[in-house]
C-alpha cells in the first residue's frame, strides 16, 4: 500500500484528489494539510511514503518542505511537487531540492496516480509541458542577499523591520533594494517584487 500525504491550500481540490485517490486499491491517503506547517507536522508523525505538496501554501512552501525533507537523514518519503505554474524558476528549484516529481495541476488524473507508483519505485516525472521550460531558463541576476531582501519585502516588512531582521544598516538595505530593482529592470520595489516572484526567483 503506498501511503500518501496530500498539502492543497484549496479545500475543494484536496478533497476531489483525496477522494480520486481513495479509489486505487494500492494507494491510502494517511493524512491532508492546509498549510506547509501542518504539511511537515503530517509527515513528521505518518512518514508518508509519497508527498503531493502545492507550491503556493502558506507558512512554509512545497519547495521548501522538499528541501527540508530531503537534509532528514534516512528518509524515504518521496515528493511530488504538484502546480498550475511552469515558472523555470520553480523548476529549477525543484530539481535543486531533488524532487521525484513536479506535475502541473492540469494534467488527467490517471497521470498523477501513475507518477505516484512511478516514484515509489525509484523514477523521477515531469509533466511533458515542463520540459520546454527547462530550455527557457532564465539566469537569475540576483544575489542570495539581493533576493533575502526582496522575500521579506514581499511578505510586507518595511525597510526598517528588514534592516531589524536582518542586523543591516538602513542605507545597505536601500542599496540591496536599488541593486534588485536595477537588474530586474523595473521602477518600483513592488515591481520588482512580482517579476522576481513570477519567475520563481523568491
Given at each position: 500500500m503506498?501511503?500518501?500525504?496530500?498539502a492543497?491550500?484549496?479545500?475543494?481540490?484536496?478533497?476531489?484528489?483525496?477522494s480520486?485517490?481513495?479509489?486505487?486499491?494500492d494507494?491510502?491517503?494517511v493524512?491532508?494539510?492546509?498549510d506547509?506547517?501542518?504539511?511537515?507536522?503530517?509527515?513528521?508523525?505518518?512518514q508518508?511514503?509519497?508527498?503531493l505538496?502545492?507550491?503556493?501554501?502558506?507558512?512554509?512552501?512545497?519547495?521548501?518542505?522538499?528541501?527540508k525533507?530531503?537534509?532528514?537523514?534516512n528518509?524515504?518519503?518521496?515528493?511530488?511537487?504538484v502546480?498550475?505554474?511552469?515558472?523555470?524558476?520553480?523548476l529549477?528549484?525543484?530539481?535543486?531540492?531533488?524532487?521525484?516529481?513536479?506535475?502541473?495541476?492540469?494534467?488527467?488524473?490517471?497521470?498523477?496516480?501513475?507518477?505516484?507508483?512511478?516514484?515509489?519505485?525509484?523514477?523521477r516525472?515531469?509533466?511533458?509541458?515542463?520540459?520546454?521550460?527547462?530550455?527557457?531558463k532564465?539566469e537569475?541576476?540576483?544575489?542570495?542577499?539581493?533576493?533575502?531582501?526582496?522575500?521579506?519585502?514581499?511578505?510586507?516588512?518595511?525597510?526598517?523591520?528588514?534592516?531589524?531582521?536582518l542586523?543591516?544598516?538602513?542605507?545597505?538595505?536601500?542599496?540591496?533594494l536599488?541593486s534588485?530593482?536595477?537588474?530586474?529592470e523595473?521602477?518600483?520595489?513592488q515591481?520588482?517584487?512580482?517579476?522576481?516572484r513570477?519567475?520563481?526567483?523568491?
Amino acid at each position: 500500500m503506498i501511503r500518501v500525504m496530500i498539502a492543497e491550500d484549496q479545500k475543494m481540490l484536496r478533497g476531489a484528489l483525496t477522494s480520486l485517490l481513495k479509489l486505487e486499491d494500492d494507494i491510502e491517503v494517511v493524512a491532508e494539510a492546509v498549510d506547509g506547517q501542518a504539511a511537515w507536522e503530517a509527515i513528521e508523525k505518518y512518514q508518508p511514503d509519497v508527498c503531493l505538496l502545492d507550491i503556493e501554501i502558506p507558512f512554509m512552501s512545497g519547495l521548501e518542505i522538499a528541501e527540508k525533507l530531503k537534509q532528514v537523514k534516512n528518509s524515504t518519503t518521496k515528493v511530488i511537487i504538484v502546480t498550475t505554474f511552469a515558472r523555470p524558476g520553480y523548476l529549477q528549484k525543484a530539481i535543486d531540492a531533488k524532487v521525484d516529481g513536479y506535475l502541473l495541476k492540469d494534467e488527467p488524473i490517471d497521470f498523477l496516480i501513475e507518477a505516484i507508483r512511478k516514484v515509489t519505485k525509484g523514477e523521477r516525472v515531469l509533466s511533458t509541458d515542463l520540459a520546454a521550460a527547462l530550455f527557457l531558463k532564465e539566469e537569475n541576476p540576483l544575489t542570495e542577499r539581493e533576493m533575502e531582501v526582496l522575500r521579506l519585502a514581499k511578505e510586507g516588512m518595511t525597510t526598517r523591520e528588514i534592516v531589524k531582521a536582518l542586523f543591516l544598516t538602513d542605507g545597505t538595505v536601500r542599496n540591496y533594494l536599488s541593486s534588485a530593482i536595477q537588474k530586474l529592470e523595473v521602477t518600483t520595489r513592488q515591481q520588482a517584487i512580482e517579476k522576481a516572484r513570477n519567475k520563481g526567483w523568491i
